[in-house]
């Protein structure tokens, strides 16, 4: 039983909605254990960020794969991982990798990389054949490149990568949440472009990157307590489930939990 129970409400999704994707950029595993013990139960996905799971031991990536399973998180290595097994030629040794570390799922960007649409498709079901979940990542890492896409350039991505066969699909802001996607210089966000999504897409399909605490509100009061979000910082998740059950100023009677 939670301290203060009787104050607060549980909320009510499935494991299609709700999701909240952490960024271990290279946690040990006691720092692991030590988080899950107090927020586990609010993570869904964990991205071991950027290549961090290339340069640690093996049994060590292994040990924190598997620490993350026994919590019901799905673990799962950075799209730059994989943008780097891409270029190299390796990406058919890049999941027989993963799939012996025990990851779950794959992350397929291009946002450093190029890749044809045609690939992209190829990719996406080739990682699903293989029983892993499809992650998918929408934008560009760098802002130049990422500001020729309009919403609806971004909106026909998606689309693709869901009827090739991608279980969610992730809107890039990175970790610094500015100028990028869906949010401009400051980090505030683009309303106007948001609003192209939600004429266009199933928002449930979709994650957003949104590390600032402004992004993560707005997402919530816009879309409800069970909104996706991701690359939130393991510090940082406690906070935004606060923030989805309206137990912060920035939510309080503001927010439908169903």
């Known amino acids: 039983m939670n301290a203060f129970d009787f104050l607060t409400n549980d909320r009510d999704r499935n494991p299609e909605e709700g999701i909240t994707m952490m960024l271990d950029k290279g946690m040990g595993p006691n720092m692991v254990e030590d988080f899950l013990e107090i927020s586990g139960s609010y993570v869904d996905l964990a991205k071991l960020g950027w290549g961090t799971s290339a340069i ?43 799939d012996k570390l025990g990851f779950k799922a ?24 293989l029983g892993f979940m499809a992650l998918t990542e929408v934008g560009k890492k760098d802002p130049k490149k990422d500001h020729h896409f309009t919403a609806q350039d971004r909106v026909k991505l998606v689309k693709l990568d869901l009827e090739s066969g991608a279980d969610k699909v992730i809107i890039e802001a990175r970790e610094g949440g500015k100028d990028l996607g869906i949010f401009n210089g400051k980090g505030d966000v683009k309303e106007d472009d948001v609003q192209v999504f939600v004429d266009n897409l199933d928002i449930n399909k979709l994650i957003w990157e949104a590390p600032q605490k402004n992004q993560q509100t707005y997402l919530i009061l816009k879309f409800g307590a069970n909104v996706n979000l991701g690359n939130i910082s393991p510090d940082e998740i406690t906070a935004l489930e606060t923030m989805r059950r309206g137990l912060r100023g920035d939510t309080l009677g503001k927010v439908n939990l169903s």
């Open 56 to 98: 640690h031991e093996r049994e060590l990536i292994k040990y924190k794969i598997d620490t993350y399973l026994s919590n019901d998180i799905i673990p799962y290595p950075g799209g730059t991982l994989f943008e780097l097994a891409y270029i190299k030629g390796k990406f058919d040794e890049f999941l027989v990798e993963s």
């Open 106 to 129: 794959i992350e397929i960007s291009d946002g450093t990389v190029d890749i044809t649409p045609k690939e992209r498709v190829r990719i996406i079901r080739e990682v699903k054949e």
